[in-house]
Every structure is written in structure tokens, then in C-alpha cells.
């Protein structure tokens, strides 16, 4: 935003006047001249990190071995870097030796890309030592010096120079990408969250299915490893899988596509997406995801088709999966089961549908396939299961028409885990419409269903 260009203006403009240079750098020029929304500005200085301290004191010491300091202005923050030059990668990662230099064009040269190798003063005059602004015109992307030895100081820029490629839809220059596949087997030293962290700009980016592409051709991630246990070959088949996943807006649904498309179980996927460090909450979401997936195909393969209330007992299935495990995770199956259709060979022609409740005048099509016949295509199951799930009068037990405390109090009983079995049979019974959402009723029903336990 201007407001933030402003303030990293006002940053700058009190390093000059302290004697020193001072430059946007990086990401944020990349990204402004690409005409990409900009996120932050890293700023690099002649300064040392204790006289930018000096210069400005709502700071923070961020990491002042590294020459950094973290700049408060406006309610921004800027990170602001002295010039300095590194040395000695013994672990692949992290430099052993930073040193301070005068040079700005020293410090544009220890950058990774030339894309990245870039920076400006007030003026707006660019200063581009390595042909950054031509490798933006020509969409691609290229190591700062040799691509082997720069990948080989540090493995990370091996995926962030896929990230980028996928991100920005960039090509990689050749001596880049030969340079990357001579070191790929060094990424095994980087950390499993920087490497999720990157994977993650690919997965949730633009142009996810040209990351996942490089991904599998660069080899990049350790094949059939622990915590990426799959073989070249189940990529491949899974990226097939997988052509609907830019067109998804919801980054979870993405990471449930991909890893329903790698045939992980909502077990295995919780394990994985924990063994990767997501957050809890993502996790848990794409999680129920498929959990939702693993219910309904449950309920798919044991019902016959032809027996007589069949599709009355999917349905009452599907709502009871529906309840377990949330309706954002049913609309994120429903989602993606139009998405795998999408990635399908060709469209199957929908037949008409009945409406959703029970007792409708037209009979829905058999959902299970008999034997011998084709399943029936995925877009017309997430049209029956979405108007099923339409026509639900409530989804949670807030909604039901009774309380706990008013059922125990009727059936004369403490409270106890009986509580709890007792509400979700009522409130199955009620969102499935076989009984009202009517206290009296809702009443009634839980004691029958109370004497039929007894
Ligand atoms: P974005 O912030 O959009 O992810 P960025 O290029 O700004 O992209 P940052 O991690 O913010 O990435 O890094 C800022 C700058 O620091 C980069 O533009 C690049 O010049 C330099 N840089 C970052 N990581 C590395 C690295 N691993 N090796 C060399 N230079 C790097
Ligand atoms: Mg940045």
C-alpha cells in the first residue's frame, strides 16, 4: 500500500540523513514491478545494526548477528539489513560467517535470484547489477552466480526457486535447473517446516499444478521418505488427479484434494499434516474433510442399490455424517467431488434428480453401482448430497428444539454420558426429518427411545 511505501519512505529518508545508504530491496521491488500486490518491504543499509538503533528508537533487535533490525514507523515494520556478505554453509542452511560490507552491489550478490537481486533508493532508480529486471521481462527465473554452488551454500533456494517459478508461472534457466538437480538431494538437510512453508506457497498459490509438476520432476522431495512417503509414480497419478485444485479458493479444500488424490485415509492425513507441522486448526479441517469422504463412501459400498429404502438409508447417513463432522467439512467433500469430476475424462451426462427429503415423488438414481455398471458420475451425487443436506431443518444439537437438562429432568436420570447418545439420536432423527423439531415431540420420542434401551 502507499501508506506502507510512505512510511519505508520515511525510513529511509533518516538514514540518509544519518550519513548512510539506504535502499528498498528484494521481494517487494520483484513484486511491484510485476505489478503484484506487495506485502512488505525489506529494506538494506550501509548502516551498522547498532547505529540504525541508534537512528531509530522504536525498534527491535531481530537479528543483529545476521545485521538485522526490525524498524517500527507508522505502524509498519521494516526489516532493515546492514550490507553484509556470507561464508562457510557447512550444515546447507545457515551461513557460519557474516560480514559487513560497504558495497551494496556485495550485498544484491549474496541474494539467491537475480529477480531478488535487486534494489532502489527514493529516486526509484534501479540498481541491477546481475540483469534481474530483463529475467522479469523474460519470466524466468536465475540463480545470482552458480547455480550449483549457491544451491549447495543453502538447499532452501532449490524449492524457493520452484515456489517462484510456480507462484510467478516463471521459467527456470536451463543452467539454473541443472544446477538444481546436481544439489537436490541436499534439500534432505532443510527443516521440514521452511520446506512446508514453501510448499505451501505452491500448494496454495496461482499455478499449484506447474509447482506440483516441477516438484515431481526436480525430485526434490526425498521419494518414498518419511514425511513424504510416496513414490515418483504416485505423484504423477495423483497430479493427474488433481487438475481442479487452482481453481479451489479455500486452501484446505486444496490440501484435502491433493492428499485424497495420493489415496491418503483422514488417519493417515492427520498423521502426515502433523508430521509436516501444519497448525492444528488447518489440520483438523482438512482432517474432517475427508472424514466426510470416508463416511460417505462407507455408507456407499454398504447399501445395496437395489434394495428396497436404499437411498433412504444413504441419506440418513449422510446427514448423520454431515453432524459428526461439521457442515463446512460436508460442503468441502461436496466441493471436491465436483472438482474430481472436473479432472475426469469426460463429463457424464446428469440424469434428473429427485429433490431432497424422504417420500419424493421421483426416485433418485441407484448410488451404488451394481455390479457390472458404472458409478454413478460425481457431479450427480454432490447435487443429490448438497440438496439433502439443503433440506436439513437443523444442523447442531443448538438448534434442536430440547436441552440436556430438560431431558434428564424428564427421564429422571443424572446426567452422564447417556446425555449425549440420547441428543445425537434425537438430533439425527430431527435433521433427518423423520421426527419435528417440536419440544413436545422431541419429548415423546426420548422417552420411547429410553424404554427401548431399558
Ligand atoms: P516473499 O516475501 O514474497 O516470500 P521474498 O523474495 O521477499 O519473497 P523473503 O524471504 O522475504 O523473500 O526474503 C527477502 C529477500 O532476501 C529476497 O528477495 C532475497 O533477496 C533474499 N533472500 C531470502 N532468502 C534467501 C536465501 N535463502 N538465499 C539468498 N537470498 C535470500
Ligand atoms: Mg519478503
Redesign the pocket.
Known sequence: SSGMAEAAGTVITGLLAGGHEAYF????L??ELLGRPV??M?LTTSALPEEVMALFPRCVPTGLAHGTVTVLQNGYSFEVTTYRTESGYADHRRPEHVFFVSDVKEDLR????TI??MCSGLNGALIDPFGGERDLQLRRIRCVGLAEE?FGE?A??ML?CV??ASVLDFAIAKNTWRGLMRQRDKLAHIAVERVRAEVE?IVEGPHPQRGLALLLRSGLLPRGKAPFPWTGSDLAAAAARTAGLGNLQDARLRWALLLHALGSSAAAADELLRAWTFPGATRSSVVAVLRVREAWDAALSSVAPDAPGATEGLRRRWIAAVLAHGQSAAEGWLTLLAAAEDAAAGPVPAPDLAQGSAGAATAPPALSPAAGQQPVSATVQARLLRSWTAAMPLRSLAELAVTGHELAELLQKRPGPWLGVLLNKLLLAAAAGVIANDKQLLLQEAQRMDRDEE
Do not use: E, Q
Open positions: 530491496v528484494g521481494g517487494c520483484r513484486d506485502h512488505d525489506d549474496r541474494r539467491d535470484f531478488n537481486a549457491r543453502d532452501l533456494r524457493r515456489r517462484f506457497c
